[in-house]
Each structure stands twice: as structure tokens, then as C-alpha cells.
């Protein structure tokens, strides 16, 4: 038996009192869609099943042992804030983590090729507007997450990753449904590989749809403002699956 305490859109205000973490019984925390703002406390995540703090204003870095002190943890949403730094190397110890966002905050850097090799239950993936150097190799990581096989859900765009896309890029799930990857700084051929995951969803218009429009990211199209809405609407859709 575990606790759930939903806050979302609440009209909170203020910073976070570090008590609030240490309820061991509380095992999903939602403070997401108030005005909640200042650092999170590091007892707020330990040991918790799911943790969003989405739509607010806090900011800091990640705890670089988010992983070891949270290894049960499924659920870690935190995009649309202003937390910045690196995405911390222990997350890969958090096995039973199924969507994992920290998309549109001010994270920086590359992301550690292995890092979320480990993470076989992972179906939310999101980077948008986060990461990388624009340089070659920014998206090596992508081979790691071959090892996903459940992966659904991959946004990668409107960030700084450079160099080419992978040849693993078409080994990814059979169950993706979405792969978006434009507004980056990709250059070079698109990979012959990228043509498994269409193949993969020729039953399915929009699908389809969506990764011929990604693998067209060194093109006119990506930069098209109907793709944007696009993925923002897609992105939408899927924060509650």
C-alpha cells in the first residue's frame, strides 16, 4: 500500500519544504502546473515511484546520484522548468524507469553513450530543447537505447546534436510510434536503416507520417512550422500515456 498525493494546478506558489520528502509511505508526488519555483529538496525524489514536476519554475541541477537513491523509480517528469547541468550518469542504475522527460529546461552537454542502455523498460524519452554539442557523435547514445525494446515515444528536437544519425537509429523498438529528431544540427545522408521503422508502421498513416518527416531533417521540411506544431501537439498527446 503506498500513498499518492496529487498537487497538479493547485495554485501553489513559493519553494518546496524539505519535510514534504521524508513521508516513506508517499511513493507518487505530483506537483505539476503551479508556480512553484527555487531548488527541489534531494529528500523529494528518494525513493518515489513517480515524481513531475512539470509546468513550474524550479531550477538547479540534477542530484548526480538521481539513479542510486531512486532505483525504484518509474515515472520522472520534470520538463518545462529551468533546471540546468549535465543529466546525471547514475540514471542509468534506475531500471524500472519508464518515462523519463526533462525536456525544455537548460541542461547542457552530451549525453553519455551507455546511459540509458540498461533502462529495458523505458518508453518516454524526452531531450527536446536540452542537449548536445553540434558536433560529430552527438547521437551515438542512440545505440543504447536499441536495448529499449519497449520504447515508444523518442523527442530529440530543437536541441544542438550534431554529427550523423547512427546506423542502430533503425534498430530501435518495434513499438516506436514516434521519432522526432528535427531542428537539430544533423547533417551528412539519411541512414538506410531509418527505412525499418516506416516499414515497421505501414499499416499506420500517421506513424508512418511522422518518421518519413524525421528522416527528413537535413531539408526544407524540418524546419517547416507545421512540423513544430506538430510535435508539439504529438508531445502533448502522449504526457499522460
Known amino acids: 500500500m503506498y500513498v499518492r498525493l496529487d498537487l497538479t494546478d493547485s495554485n501553489l506558489e513559493g519553494s518546496i519544504q524539505p519535510h514534504l520528502g521524508n513521508l516513506s509511505s508517499l511513493q507518487v508526488l505530483s506537483l505539476s502546473a503551479n508556480r512553484l519555483k527555487g531548488d527541489v529538496p534531494a529528500s523529494l525524489g528518494q525513493s518515489k515511484r513517480t515524481l513531475s514536476t512539470v509546468d513550474n519554475q524550479f531550477q538547479g541541477t ?4 538521481l539513479g542510486l537513491n531512486q532505483p525504484n523509480i518509474e515515472n520522472f517528469l520534470v520538463y518545462r522548468n529551468q533546471f540546468g547541468g549535465r543529466i546525471p550518469l547514475s540514471i542509468s542504475n534506475a531500471s524500472k524507469l ?3 522527460d526533462i525536456s525544455f529546461n537548460n541542461f547542457f552537454g552530451c ?3 551507455s546511459i540509458f542502455g540498461n533502462l529495458k523498460k523505458l518508453v518516454r524519452l524526452g531531450l527536446i530543447q536540452t542537449l548536445g554539442s553540434g558536433e560529430a557523435n552527438d547521437l551515438k547514445f542512440i545505440t ?3 536495448n529499449c525494446s519497449i520504447l515508444r515515444f523518442l523527442f530529440l528536437a530543437g536541441s544542438n546534436f550534431g554529427g550523423e544519425l547512427p546506423d542502430s537509429v533503425g534498430n530501435l523498438s ?7 529528431i528535427e531542428d537539430n544540427q544533423i547533417s551528412g545522408n539519411i541512414r538506410p536503416g531509418i527505412g525499418n521503422l516506416m516499414n515497421r508502421h505501414s499499416n499506420t498513416n500517421e506513424s508512418a507520417a511522422a518518421t518519413t518527416a524525421t528522416a527528413a531533417t537535413t531539408t526544407e521540411l524540418a524546419a517547416a512550422a507545421w512540423r513544430r506544431k506538430w510535435v508539439l ?4 498527446e502522449c504526457e499522460e500515456k
Open 62 to 65: 540534477l542530484p548526480h546520484n
Open 98 to 100: 519508464s518515462r523519463f
Open 111 to 113: 549525453v553519455p553513450d
Open 144 to 146: 543504447s537505447l536499441t
Open 174 to 180: 518495434t513499438r516506436i510510434e514516434i521519432l522526432s
Open 233 to 236: 501537439e504529438k508531445f502533448r
